[in-house]
């Protein structure tokens, strides 16, 4: 035989039940005899919990109570034949009154005894069982209604009574023989006490009913079906990609539910494990997914770790004093205490020193335990043996379970490098002696995050997500964000990344979700549901929504958004940036945002701001990281003067070319900014410092391409007059280069520390002599490449290449 268990969303409504139903038949149509055990309706037990306790208080609670009855009869009239409905409802009917004439009673003593609360939630369990067992009765006649309080027997330790096995095991055993031919409805959740009295398991207790009754009856399996796809890696109303693990051992899916998983209810393993019985958890909305198998062995796993778990609340409570922790005793008084009084300890770190124990405990425990341990170690205090007990609150336990961790070395570097990256601080650790678990203690704010990050270390081959909160929708932005709409499906297939857009804002709009603004559309939606714009606002909320894996993006010209560079690595947040600004100021300026960056642990990318798209900050970084020296590095770095110059050829003037690379769109509106030298300058700086010069921008020698005329200028007008007039210049530099046989280029160079950018003539052994169009081009003469240098050369302007260097830097964090 097997026992199905439905919990409270299989039996919530008329539609789940009508689910419910056609699983149940299908296993009694297969022969598996199965035994099924019901929780209430979902939210009937929290909300009788509420009806008792109002009632304690003389609140009204006639339409909780009509509203009850509601739920249940409609289920009656939509899935029982009307000619059987009368029966069901009379009895429903006089379930709903006792449980009136209960309340009554509690509301004119004014007064809710823990034994009254069970028997008051009771009748949510007695009243869905009854009720599905005469739905179930037109198809299958011998369906049957039991009340599990005549068979589990407990303490009296209501709300969380203890079973007590023998008698309980004997009086399932007679149920064996006297309904062996029954479909029986079980309740789950309660049972009674030696007078009879009711008494509940503690919450979700109805998994341990299942359990119970399938171990005395040897069944061949305990289902568990509710509604997700099994026991997932982590909760999945925290963690969305979280999934479904296919086997699990009684030991790990005891630990993960210990530490919150609430899909099973932790005692439910014992009485399965000690008679080797599978619990499968299965989904009633998908009945063809075969979910989780919770067995002896753990079985092969492609992770190191089956799941992860929480316990949002916590609180926890340090104590301390070199005259007592350490001593033999102290601790087994102090948990002897605290077992006594029924105060759940949920996890205990001691210190390398053992000054000090750091347990945790339920928040409504806390004062209480302070109180016990204030009473019981009244002498130890008053002689400051001990200092006074401290609590911490607002705390979450975080845990990562499985049974393959002994056998990975690095877990828990692995768990406290995804925490550190992401800026979360870990109060304290501690690790279960059979290397089962590891469980951290967080500030409550940070679980979500936590909870993503760690889940994204572990499960690595799963996708990562990235969340890009983006300033500037320019030319770069917004090809950028078109970029990722398009590679959007490749991404997540090839390379398991999936980037969400959580943030965009220009100058005068921001917009935010952290499910993905949808890019096929930003503008629209930007547009109409923005908000007004403010940098500061747009930071704040970014840092303030605290998302894993988190990138700022600055597609801005601006010098603003770089003056929060380093707040934002302080944050535990990644920089990418086509941005020059922020690595051009003074020294001081991009060596303190450097070793922020370094510091917090994130990353700051900036492959755009030399040559677009193409390699060259990389290919700098990696030839300094395998411990290459860097001996010249020689470049022309402007797509505009490289233009100018490659056609300033043949009959062409100088002036003509100017006006015509003007007209094509490839200068900016004052050609000077670009003949100027200055964003070549910047370029040429950044490579130095890469290449680990401390050079201010000042002591970079900028050779003039201009005579001072035009540059004085003051108008651009005036500054093509006065470039007709300089023609006379220009062609006395291209006919004495063209009777060299040389051409004309605008070449930075580093050498020695030092960077000059001049104009030069350069013959045809010379790697720049064939530069064409607007093309950027760069030389490396290294230790390793001297002979030949290492060239990397390519369009160095443009919208397309720019945002695609954006992208790519943006795949890289944090990989
Ligand atoms: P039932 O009413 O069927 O007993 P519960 O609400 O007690 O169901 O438990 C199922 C819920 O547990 C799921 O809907 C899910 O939101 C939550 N849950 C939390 N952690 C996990 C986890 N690791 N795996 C699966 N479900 C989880
Ligand atoms: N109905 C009970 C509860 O909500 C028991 C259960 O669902 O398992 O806690
Ligand atoms: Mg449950």
New binding site residues.
């Given amino acids: 035989m097997k026992v199905l268990k439905f ?4 039996v919530g409504t008329v539609e789940s039940i009508g689910a419910v139903l056609d699983i149940v038949k299908k296993a009694y149509d297969a022969g598996e005899r199965p035994l099924v055990v019901l ?1 209430a309706m ?1 939210g009937v037990t929290n909300l009788l919990t509420k009806m008792a306790e109002n009632a304690a208080e003389r609140i009204a609670f006639d339409d909780d109570l009509k509203f009850l009855e509601e739920r249940h009869f409609d289920v009656v009239k939509k899935l029982i034949a009307v000619k059987f409905q009368n029966p069901v409802f009379t009895k429903l009917k006089l379930m709903l009154n006792e449980l009136e004439e209960i309340l009554q009673g509690v509301s004119s003593l004014k007064e809710l005894s823990a034994q009254s609360k069970d028997l008051i939630v009771s009748f949510g369990e007695r009243l869905s069982n009854y009720m599905v067992s005469k739905v179930m009765e037109q198809y299958i006649a011998n369906a049957l209604f039991l009340d599990a309080s005549h068979y589990i027997k407990t303490d009296s330790n209501f709300g969380n009574a203890y079973v007590q096995e023998d008698i309980t095991q004997q009086l399932i055993q007679s149920l064996g023989h006297t309904h062996a031919d029954k479909l029986l409805f079980v309740t789950g959740f309660i049972g009674s006490n030696e007078k009879g009295r009711i008494t509940t398991l503690g919450r ?1 207790g ?2 341990y009913t299942a359990a119970i009754f399938g171990a005395v009856l040897n069944a061949s399996a305990i289902e568990i079906w ?3 796809n ?8 925290i963690v969305k990609k ?1 999934f479904s693990q296919p086997i699990l051992s009684y030991t790990e899916a005891m630990e ?1 539910s210990y530490f ?4 099973i209810y932790p005692p439910t393993m014992i009485p399965a494990f000690l008679k080797k019985i599978p619990i499968v958890i299965r989904n009633t909305f998908e009945p063809d997914f075969t979910g989780t198998v919770i067995q002896f062995e753990s079985g092969k796993s492609a992770f190191p770790i089956k ?1 992860i ?1 929480s316990i949002s609340d916590i609180s926890v409570i340090n104590l301390s004093g070199s005259g007592m922790i350490g001593k033999s005793g102290f601790s087994g008084r102090l948990f002897t205490l605290l077992a006594r009084e029924q105060i759940n300890v949920v996890l205990i770190t001691q210190s390398s020193s053992e000054h000090s124990i750091t347990f945790a405990v339920h928040p409504s425990d806390a004062a209480k335990a302070v109180k016990l341990i204030e009473a019981e170690f009244e002498l130890e205090l008053e002689a400051n043996k001990l200092t006074v007990p401290t609590v911490e609150e607002d705390l979450s336990v975080l845990a990562i379970v499985g049974e393959n961790m002994k056998r990975t070395p690095g877990m828990s570097g692995r768990l406290f490098y995804a925490l550190g990256r992401n800026g979360i601080n870990v109060r304290a650790i501690a690790q279960g002696s059979s290397e089962l678990n590891i469980s951290v203690i967080i500030g409550k704010e940070n679980l979500s995050k936590a909870l993503n990050a760690v889940h994204d270390a572990f499960f690595a081959q799963l996708k990562k997500t990235l969340y890009v909160f983006n300033v500037g929708t320019g030319n770069i932005g917004s090809t950028l964000f078109r970029q990722i709409h398009e590679q959007h499906d490749f991404l997540l297939d090839n390379n398991d990344i999936e980037i969400k857009v959580a943030g965009i804002s220009n100058s005068r709009k921001m917009l935010f979700d952290v499910n993905g603004i949808d890019l096929s559309n930003w503008n629209d939606v930007l547009e109409s549901n923005g908000e007004v714009a403010d940098l500061s606002t747009f930071i704040d909320r970014m840092k303030a929504m605290n998302l894993p894996n988190c990138v700022f993006v600055d597609n801005t010209a601006s010098k603003l958004p770089s003056t929060y560079y380093e707040d934002i690595f302080r944050s535990n947040i990644s920089v990418v940036t086509c941005n020059k600004i922020a690595n051009s100021g003074t020294y001081e300026q991009y060596k303190s945002l450097h070793d922020t960056a370094r510091k917090h642990g994130v990353d700051f990318f900036y492959e755009t701001n030399v040559g677009a798209g193409l390699p060259i900050v990389r290919v700098l970084k990696d030839l300094m990281l395998s411990g290459d020296r860097i001996v010249k590095i020689e470049a022309i770095l402007s797509g505009t003067i490289s233009y100018i110059f490659n056609n300033f050829v043949g009959d062409a003037s100088f002036y003509e070319v100017v006006k015509n690379a003007q007209a094509l769109g490839y200068t900016e509106p004052d050609p000077r900014d670009d003949l100027g030298g200055i964003d070549f300058m910047r370029k040429m700086l950044i490579l130095a410092r890469d290449a680990g010069h401390a050079i201010e921008p000042t002591a970079v020698d900028l050779g003039p391409i201009l005579p001072q005329a035009c540059l004085q200028a003051t108008s651009v007008d005036d500054f093509y007059a006065e470039l007709l007039k300089a023609d006379q210049y220009f062609n006395a530099l291209k006919e004495k280069a063209e009777s060299e046989n040389k051409v004309i280029r605008y070449i930075g160079k580093l050498e020695d520390g030092h960077v000059a950018i001049a104009l030069e003539m350069v013959d045809e052994m010379h790697p720049f002599y064939s530069l064409s169009g607007s093309d950027n081009i760069i030389s490396f003469t290294t230790e390793r490449y001297k002979e030949r240098p290492l060239v990397v050369k390519g369009p160095g302007a443009g919208a397309e290449v720019t945002a695609a260097g954006v992208f790519a830097d943006l795949v890289n964090v944090g990989a």
Avoid: H, I, N
């Fill in positions: 919990g409270g969303t299989s929780s979902s979700g109805s998994d509710t509604d997700v099994g026991m997932l890696t982590a909760d999945p109303r979280a993960l919150g998983a609430k899909v799941g778990s």
